[in-house]
T-cell receptor, first 111, second 116 residues
Framework: TQLLEQSPQFLSIQEGENLTVYCNSSSVFSSLQWYRQEPGEGPVLLVTVVTGGEVKKLKRLTFQFGDARKDSSLHITAAQPGDTGLYLCAGANQAGTALIFGKGTTLSVSS | GAGVSQSPSNKVTEKGKDVELRCDPISGHTALYWYRQSLGQGLEFLIYFQGNSAPDKSGLPSDRFSAERTGGSVSTLTIQRTQQEDSAVYLC??????????????FGQGTRLTVV
């Protein structure tokens, strides 16, 4: 069974701090995606990483795909209250018929 | 509309009643997915449609759950004889091609189902 484990589950920080959240699996994924979900809304795609070792930057967010394509990380520099939300990593199941999601990291950034 | 639309946004039902949840995907998207999100449980895959057929319905938790899609567009998720453990947010997503690779899934806002 393919599982994606995210850590930490909850993170509460002050504006301006840096943070990293992790997504780990014992399975190899062809690609991993990161989504962000705000209360009352559906998840919205932030990035897709495809190549092992790949690093992608989206403004203050840096995403990395592990060399072995079993893990990924999301680093936020100088967090802002607008970054508050649930961050989910996702990867395709082996049949290619669905995205498997981790349980997410709930981030709260206070000013 | 431009996005995935789900209705109703909220549904409160009595235990034992049947409910229908509707999803209008983005026009032209051939792939459609239903997920369930419970507090602290992440997104649980329920079923995948490609066009009107459902090649993967492995996530449906019991035979009380069924889904259909007509005209390659609108989908309905039906829960019969609802139980309290069915309470959750039901999310629908669509994508322009077969899922599983690099395709983005576009999610609706979800239907919050509460069984009392």
């Amino acid at each position: 069974t393919q599982l994606l484990e995210q850590s930490p589950q909850f993170l509460s920080i002050q504006e301006g701090e840096n943070l990293t959240v992790y997504c780990n699996s014992s399975s190899v994924f062809s690609s991993l995606q990161w989504y962000r979900q705000e209360p009352g809304e559906g998840p919205v795609l932030l990035v897709t990483v495809v190549t092992g070792g790949e690093v992608k930057k989206l403004k203050r967010l840096t995403f990395q795909f592990g060399d072995a394509r079993k893990d990924s990380s999301l680093h936020i520099t100088a967090a802002q209250p607008g970054d508050t939300g649930l961050y989910l990593c996702a990867g395709a199941n082996q049949a290619g018929t669905a995205l498997i999601f981790g349980k997410g990291t709930t981030l709260s950034v206070s000013s | 509309g431009a996005g995935v639309s789900q209705s109703p946004s909220n549904k409160v039902t009595e235990k034992g009643k049947d409910v229908e949840l509707r999803c209008d995907p983005i026009s032209g998207h051939t792939a459609l997915y239903w997920y369930r999100q419970s507090l602290g449980q992440g997104l649980e895959f329920l079923i995948y449609f490609q066009g009107n057929s459902a090649p993967d319905k492995s996530g449906l938790p019991s035979d009380r759950f069924s889904a259909e899609r007509t005209g390659g567009s609108v989908s309905t998720l039906t829960i019969q004889r609802t139980q309290q453990e069915d309470s959750a947010v039901y999310l629908c997503a669509s994508s322009p091609t077969r899922q599983g690779w690099n395709t983005e899934a576009f999610f609706g806002q979800g239907t919050r189902l509460t069984v009392v």
